[in-house]
């Protein structure tokens, strides 16, 4: 059955997030001061690691082009703390 999962991320430079396989990421925004990311899963399936990357505005970004899926942008305090969004595949 299809849903929408949501997940809270942290603001740290990497981290895995336990998703049901195949699931498809929607969106990353603030909810109540929170760094949310939701995903289009079937619930059913068995879950996978994903690996996401944040990073702020002119910092450097270590993996390749390649290796990057771009997910989305979120501000915090006004926009003072912008950071960026990818996954790792």
Do not use: C
């Not at 430079?13 to 699931?23: F, T």
């Not at 619930?43 to 989305?72: C, M, Q, S, W």
């Amino acid at each position: 059955m299809k849903t929408v999962f949501k997940y809270k991320l942290e603001t740290t430079e990497h981290q895995i997030l336990k998703i049901p396989r195949g699931g498809k990421i929607l969106t990353v925004q603030i909810q109540q001061n929170d760094v949310v990311l939701w995903v289009l899963v079937d619930a059913d399936k068995e879950y996978e690691n994903r690996t996401f990357i944040i990073v702020g505005t002119g910092h450097p970004i270590y993996e390749t082009d390649k290796e990057l899926i771009y997910i989305g942008t979120y501000q915090l305090s006004d926009g003072e703390f912008t950071r960026h969004v990818f996954e790792k595949v």
